[in-house]
C-alpha cells in the first residue's frame, strides 16, 4: 500500500513537471511570435504563403494550399499569423493522437512526456509553417490512420487506405520523392493487410488508390493551369540527376550513412539496457559490454569530428534520442509482439528517414524536426513490451523534456538561425498591408534602406531576382521574387535558369534586376547579362548588391 502511494505520488509530481515544461515552451513561443525573421527560410516559407508569389517550376508547391484558401477566404498571412499556424497544427495534431494514444495504453505521465515531445519541432530552423512541418504533420496523420487500419472491418480498410492515398497525393506538393514513398507503402500494407491473395481483389485496391492519388492532383491540376504533375514528376527525375547535392547518389549515400549511425547509436542504448537490467552479468560481460559503448561511440565522434557541420549541442539531441531507441527495445520481445505492433514500430522508426528523402541537409541535423516519431516510438515500446523500470522512465522522460526545452530555447530565442538573437532591441517594421513584426533596429534599417534603393531602380516593376537565400529581403520590402523564389545556391539558379529559358511565357520576357549578398567581386564582374548598379550595407556585414540586366 505505502509503495503503491509513493509510486503515485511520484507520477504524480511527474507529470506536473512535464506540463511545466509545457507551459515553458508556450510562454517562449507565444513572447518570440512577433520578434525577429530569418530572411532566408522563413522569408521562404512567408514568401510559400502569399497569393502574388510566383513559383514557377518548382518542385516545392504547397504554396498552392495557400493559394486555394485564398480564393475561398481572401485571408493573407502574415509572419505571426503563420507562426500561430504552425503551433495551432502541432496542437491539434496532438490532439488528433489520442484516440491512438487510448487505444494503446499509454498512461497520463506517457501522455504528458508527449505534450513536451511534440514542440520538438522548433527545436531547429523557424517558427513558421514550412514544408518540413507540413510534411510532419501528413505522415503523422498517416501513421494515425494506419493504426486505425489495422483493426478496421474490410469496407474501412478500403477507406483508411483511400485517406491514406489523399495524404500521399498531397505530400507531392511538398516532397515529391516523399509522396511516392508513402503511396509505394499503401501498397505494401494493403497486400499484407489482406487475408487471402487474389489478385483480382489486389488489382482492384491498388487501381482505386491510385486513381484517388491521381485525382488529387488533377484537382490541382484544374484549378491551377500552371501546375502540372508530369512537370513536376519530370523535374524531380532531373534533379537527381543534375550536377551537385541533390544527386540522387549523394542522397542516396546520406540515407545509407544515416541509416549506419543510428543503429549503432541503437546498439550503444541496447547493451546499455542489458548491463542495467541482467540479474546476473559476469565481469567479463561487463567489460566487454563497455568497451564495446566505448569504442561504438569513439567511432560515432570521431567520424564526426571533421564535419564542419558537426556540433555536439546541435545534434545532441538526435543521438540521445537514437541511444533511448536501443534502450527501449531491449524491453520488447519481439516472438511475443503482433505484427500489427510490428509494423507500428517499424513505421515510427522508419519516418524521420522517410520525411527526409529529398533533403541534402544532413539527417542528424534536419530531423530533429521530425523527432517526435522516435519519442512516439518509445513510449509505444514500452507499453506493449515488458516492465520497465519506474526510474528508467522517468530518467529518460525528464532528460528529453530538458533537452527539448533548452533546445527550444537556443533556437527562438538565444541564437536564432540567420538572424540577431531575440533579446536585443527590437522595433516594429511595417510591410505589406498594415501587418508588422518587430525586428531587430540594423535589420529593419537595412530592409528600409534596401526598399528605398529597390524602388529606385525598379520603379515601375515589383518582380525582383535573389541570389541567394533572399526570399524574405524580397517580400518584406514589397516586392515579388520572379519566377521561383527557391535559389539557394548556384546549382538552383542554373537549374531554373534552364527552365526560364525553356518556358514560352518567360523566354522572351524582359529580365528584372537582380540582388545578391553571397557574391565575390569575381562572380559579381561576370555574372552573365547584368551589371551592378548600386548596394545597400547588409545588417550582419558586408553588402547587398542590385544588378540590372544589359
Not at 487510448?102 to 520538438?120: P, Q
Not at 546476473?280 to 561487463?286: E, G, R
Not at 566505448?294 to 543521438?319: C, K, P, T, W
Not at 539527417?363 to 506493449?384: A, E, G, M, N, P
Request: proline letters at 3%; glycine letters at 2%; aromatic letters at 18%.
Amino acid at each position: 500500500m505505502i509503495i503503491n502511494k509513493i509510486h503515485f505520488n511520484l507520477n504524480r509530481w511527474a507529470v506536473t513537471i512535464l506540463i511545466l515544461f509545457v507551459v515553458i515552451i508556450l510562454t517562449i513561443l507565444f513572447w518570440s511570435i512577433n520578434k525577429g525573421i530569418d530572411l532566408s527560410d522563413e522569408g521562404l516559407h512567408f514568401a510559400f504563403s502569399n497569393p502574388n508569389t510566383i513559383n514557377n517550376n518548382g518542385l516545392v508547391n504547397y504554396d498552392l494550399f495557400f493559394k486555394i484558401l485564398y480564393k475561398i477566404t481572401k485571408f493573407e498571412f502574415s509572419i505571426i499569423s503563420l507562426r500561430l499556424l504552425k503551433l495551432s497544427s502541432l496542437v491539434l495534431l496532438f490532439v488528433l493522437g489520442l484516440p491512438f494514444f487510448r487505444r494503446s495504453n499509454f498512461s497520463v505521465l506517457d501522455k504528458s512526456f508527449l505534450a513536451v515531445a511534440i514542440f520538438s519541432c522548433y527545436t531547429y530552423l523557424t517558427q513558421s509553417l514550412s514544408y518540413n512541418t507540413i510534411s510532419f504533420v501528413l505522415v503523422l496523420s498517416y501513421i494515425y490512420m494506419y493504426t486505425n487500419f489495422q483493426k478496421s472491418s474490410a469496407f474501412r480498410q478500403y477507406l483508411w487506405s483511400l485517406l491514406m492515398a489523399v495524404l500521399s497525393s498531397l505530400c507531392f506538393f511538398v516532397k515529391p520523392p516523399l509522396s511516392l514513398v508513402l503511396l509505394g507503402m499503401i501498397f505494401v500494407l494493403t497486400t499484407i493487410s489482406l487475408s487471402e491473395f487474389k489478385w483480382k481483389d489486389v488489382i482492384f485496391k491498388f487501381s482505386l488508390i491510385l486513381l484517388v492519388y491521381v485525382s488529387v492532383q488533377m484537382v490541382f491540376q484544374i484549378i491551377f493551369s500552371d501546375y502540372a504533375f508530369l512537370t513536376v514528376l519530370k523535374d524531380s527525375l532531373e534533379i537527381s540527376t543534375y550536377y551537385g547535392a541533390y544527386d540522387k547518389s549523394i542522397l542516396i549515400k546520406r540515407i545509407v550513412a544515416s541509416f549506419k549511425w543510428v543503429f549503432i547509436l541503437n546498439i550503444v542504448g541496447y547493451i546499455a539496457a542489458y548491463l542495467l537490467n541482467k540479474a546476473t552479468v559476469t565481469l567479463k560481460a561487463k567489460v566487454i559490454s563497455l568497451m564495446a559503448i566505448a569504442v561504438l561511440l569513439a567511432y560515432f565522434f570521431v567520424s564526426h569530428r571533421s564535419s564542419n557541420e558537426f556540433d555536439v549541442f546541435q545534434y545532441g539531441l538526435m543521438i540521445t534520442a537514437s541511444i533511448a531507441i536501443g534502450f527501449f527495445i531491449y524491453f520488447i520481445k519481439v516472438q511475443e509482439c503482433s505484427w500489427h505492433n510490428r509494423f507500428i514500430i517499424i513505421l515510427l522508426f522508419l519516418a524521420p528517414f522517410i520525411c527526409t528523402i529529398g533533403s541534402n541537409v544532413y539527417f542528424f541535423r534536419t530531423s530533429q524536426q521530425y523527432l517526435f516519431f522516435w519519442f512516439l516510438l518509445l513510449v509505444y515500446s514500452k507499453s506493449i513490451g515488458n516492465k520497465m523500470p519506474e526510474r528508467y522512465i522517468l530518467t529518460w522522460y525528464f532528460i528529453f523534456a530538458s533537452f527539448i526545452s533548452a533546445k527550444i530555447y537556443n533556437n527562438v530565442i538565444a541564437n536564432p538561425d540567420n538572424q540577431p538573437k531575440l533579446s536585443t532591441n527590437f522595433v516594429a517594421y511595417k510591410y505589406g498591408n498594415d501587418k508588422w513584426i518587430k525586428l531587430e533596429k540594423n535589420q529593419a534599417d537595412y530592409l528600409k534602406n534596401l526598399k528605398v534603393k529597390l524602388t529606385q531602380s525598379s520603379p515601375n516593376r515589383k518582380e525582383i531576382i535573389g541570389m541567394y537565400a533572399m526570399p524574405g529581403d524580397i517580400m518584406l520590402t514589397g516586392f515579388i521574387n520572379y519566377y521561383n523564389p527557391l535559389i539557394w545556391d548556384t546549382f538552383q539558379w542554373e537549374f531554373l535558369k534552364d527552365r526560364l529559358n525553356d518556358n514560352p511565357k518567360f523566354k522572351n520576357k524582359p529580365m528584372p534586376i537582380l540582388i545578391s549578398k553571397d557574391l565575390n567581386v569575381e562572380e559579381r564582374n561576370n555574372l552573365e547579362n547584368y551589371k551592378v548598379v548600386d548596394s545597400v550595407k547588409y545588417f550582419k556585414n558586408g553588402y547587398v548588391y542590385i544588378f540590372k540586366p544589359v
